[in-house]
């Protein structure tokens, strides 16, 4: 009857899958300038400044099961959301699964959030003067500060509250509103 049991147990243990462990690519060293700000949609000092601002919010306490790099994350965030590629490209792109790629998103897009007012912030009363000037010379709008657009952005959803977040053309979207300068950089950014 031990035996029996023996032999089960190793049975049973010989059906546990394996985990593999992919090379992963390093964007930083793997493209050049070009090909880098092609995929990322951002210079290669912007995404080290990024990366290190980010870090305290994203970065792993330990280096068990081969977590992912600050670095890791911040590319595969930056690639799926500069490309609109499907998470199983980026996914293997980089060498990792498409949870690795949906966790990196989620948690590298929350640490952009928490930074997002040391970059976006509405424009002080001379700021506006110096907008209003810059739109009325370049394309002849008197007394704006900055053009406004929305947009409904694609999302996948769990079921839970599914229903909130179909739009009027009957699929999944979360809402995006940006306000641009004329020199066409964010001065403010709402997404609900």
């Given at each position: ?5 023996v032999?089960?147990?190793?049975e049973?243990?010989?059906l ?18 070009v ?5 990322y ?17 994203i ?54 959030c ?6 976006i ?39 839970t ?15 995006v ?16």
């Amino acid at each position: 009857m031990a035996s029996l049991f023996v032999l089960l147990e190793l049975e049973i243990g010989s059906l546990r899958r394996q985990r593999i462990f992919r090379d992963r690519l390093n964007s930083l060293e793997a493209y050049t300038d070009v090909e880098f700000i092609s995929r990322y949609r951002i210079r290669r000092e912007r995404f080290l400044e990024l990366n290190d601002k980010i870090e305290t919010f994203i970065s792993r306490s330990t280096r068990r099961s081969h977590s992912l790099s600050v670095t890791t994350q911040l590319a595969v965030t930056l690639q799926f959301l500069a490309t609109g590629s499907f998470q199983t490209v980026v996914a293997s792109v980089h060498g990792i699964s498409q949870l690795s790629v949906s966790n990196c998103v989620r948690g590298v897009t929350e640490a952009l959030c928490s930074i997002a007012k040391d970059y976006i912030q509405f424009p002080t009363a001379a700021r506006q003067m110096s907008l209003q000037h810059g739109l009325l010379g370049k394309f002849g709008f008197p007394k704006v500060l900055g053009c406004i657009d929305g947009s409904h952005t694609p999302i996948v959803v769990s079921s839970t509250n599914e229903a909130i977040y179909v739009n009027r053309e009957s699929f999944h979207s979360i809402k995006v509103q940006v306000i641009c300068d004329y020199i066409f950089k964010f001065i403010d950014v709402v997404v609900k």
